[in-house]
């Protein structure tokens, strides 16, 4: 097993290397992937996305370590182990992230990667259907679509938003993110447009791609180069070589853990563990980011919502109809509502983002109260909080410890009571009166700091959005994983290219921005001229200073 180049992990940006690295015929391409397929009505069918994402034969089976400031919690941290990685078991959201985001990244060190230098990217890999002209791509593999908004309750929502002086939005991916506005789902021709759909599919009908299944144990280094990748398959230990250059795209919680596995990370935390250092990466492992969320749930007067939907007998029907004729509820996930809002005066874009959705769920999927309801799925979007991903032991065949350190920050609580109080003033607007029975959740009579606190602590979740934990950065910091160029710093012949490398986490969710950083990262690989500069400002409210609308 030998090829140009190896990529570990198939999934969100894995995919759009291989597809990207094998396209002139050059090149050979060897795909490590230690999940299955992900053929069938459980990872196809939109409508179903919770039940693979709750499925061990899909995830990883990840879970953080007690969170400190969480009364000790232990939350889920699900990473796909499938073809298609988790752009296979997630809510199938698509959102680019902020112009803003990006010039961040480009300021703490990673040149090259400003909204200019990316936006070409997102637009070469999108096949949007109704987003703004001139922003968004029409030709790329992604296809992006917006939701059919049959259910009054979305209207109500945007409507809503507006009502409380908010702005609206046609294209939250386009020039103006903040409003509320259609939220875009990757879905096209009612099934799941995931990146192994997108990508990796048309990649492996050339001759040059090849997929290798097998557990990625650590990268061969020799002489300070990668060489390959050791793997178990078929219960033996085995080598796949790589001629020019290994990639590692295996996620925030694996990249890192291969890193350390290989070598390179803290050189004091590595000893722990007996491993030879090769690179001594302070910064391997740390940064752990994410997006928390809780849901705000009100009761419906009317019976519109979708948990007349929830009982086997529905499920059966619904599944049928989206089997043989891909048509119905099964063909979306039902967020087709959204809003970016910032949270106060002198917040310069969008802090918090809202997924609507027509019905009062549990987020095992199960309903929350009997009757109908809707909810809004809301969080703050630049947590200060810092967490790591550290080696459990030696073994690749370990899990790793994950430590979000969630709520460490004391911003995080104001943020999170603004949203709740927020949300609160949101579904009080004119536009939901036809609609709205009482408070299901927080419940009404939460009122007080305290009271929200002791809320937030106990049911706030993940969003499912982990990144940074290879961030990218000058060379010359000692924190910086990888260089500009995905390049890890100490060795040759070995990137990194997937969330793990984001400096700072992003607006919304990280599937899209995943799949960008392997389209550029390619041509970085490939050494090409990078995609021209396109120099669009993307709007800013001119009352931010003053105003949070």
Request: glycine share 10%.
């Amino acid at each position: 097993m030998e090829a140009d180049f190896v990529i570990v992990g198939a999934g969100s940006a894995g995919c759009a290397l291989a597809y990207r690295l094998s396209e002139d015929g050059r090149n050979s391409v060897a795909v490590i992937e230690h999940g299955g397929s992900d053929i069938g009505p459980l990872i196809q069918m939109p409508a179903a996305f919770s039940i693979p994402m709750n499925t061990s034969v899909y995830d990883w089976g990840f879970a953080t370590e007690p969170e400190p400031h969480l009364g000790g919690r232990v939350l889920a941290t699900p990473r796909g182990k499938v073809l298609g990685g988790s752009s296979s078991i997630n809510g199938m959201v698509y959102v680019r992230g902020h112009a803003r985001d990006f010039d961040h990244w480009a300021e703490v060190g990673a040149r090259g990667w400003s909204f200019a230098d990316v936006l070409p990217y997102f637009r070469r890999m999108e096949h949007s259907h109704g987003g703004e002209a001139h922003w968004r791509g029409t030709s790329g593999p992604l296809h992006v679509q917006r939701g059919a908004q049959k259910n009054p309750l979305f209207s109500a929502f945007i409507e809503a938003g507006k009502q409380a002086g908010f702005e609206t939005t046609a294209d939250y991916n386009g020039s103006k993110q903040e409003g509320f506005g259609p939220m875009e789902q990757t879905i096209h021709q009612g099934r799941r447009w995931s990146a192994a759909n997108a990508y990796l599919r048309p990649a492996l009908k050339r001759k040059n791609v090849s997929l290798v299944r097998g557990l990625a144990r650590r990268v061969v280094i020799e002489n300070q180069r990668a060489v390959g990748v050791e793997i178990l398959a078929d219960k033996q230990i085995q080598l796949v070589k790589a001629r020019r250059e290994v990639v590692l795209a295996a996620s925030s919680i694996n990249s890192p853990k291969l890193l350390m596995l290989s070598g390179i990370g803290p050189a004091a935390h590595l000893a722990e563990h007996g491993i030879e250092v090769v690179a001594d990466r302070p910064g391997v492992g740390q940064n752990l980011q994410d997006h928390l969320e809780l849901y705000v749930q009100q009761r419906s007067v009317k019976p519109i919502t979708l948990n007349s939907k929830l009982d086997l007998i529905s499920k059966a029907l619904i599944g049928a109809e989206w089997l043989f004729l891909r048509s119905g509820p099964g063909t979306s996930n039902h967020f087709e509502a959204a809003a970016f809002v910032r949270s106060a005066a002198g917040v310069d874009y969008p802090d918090i983002q809202y997924h609507f959705l027509p019905a009062a769920v549990r987020y095992d999927g199960k309903a929350a109260a009997k009757g109908h309801g809707f909810q809004a799925h809301v969080g703050p979007m630049r947590s200060k909080s810092r967490g790591s991903v550290t080696l459990r032991s030696a073994d690749p065949a370990d899990k790793p410890r994950i430590l979000f350190n969630y709520m460490s920050h004391p911003d995080d609580w104001t943020e999170f009571r603004h949203c709740i109080r927020l949300t609160r003033e949101i579904f009080a607007q004119d536009a939901f009166a036809p609609y709205r029975g009482e408070e299901l959740s927080p419940g009404a009579d939460r009122t007080s700091d305290e009271a929200l606190d002791d809320y937030i602590r106990e049911h706030v979740e993940s969003a499912y959005h982990p990144c940074g934990t290879c961030r990218m950065g000058r060379a010359d910091d000692p924190m910086s994983v990888i260089d500009p160029e995905c390049k890890v710093i100490g060795v040759e012949g070995l990137r990194v290219a997937d969330s793990s490398i984001f400096p700072r986490i992003t607006n919304g969710n990280l599937n899209a921005p995943s799949i960008m950083v392997g389209e550029k990262a390619s041509d970085l690989i490939l050494g090409k001229v990078p995609l021209a500069q396109e120099n669009l400002e993307p709007w800013i409210n001119p009352n931010w200073q003053e105003s949070d609308r």
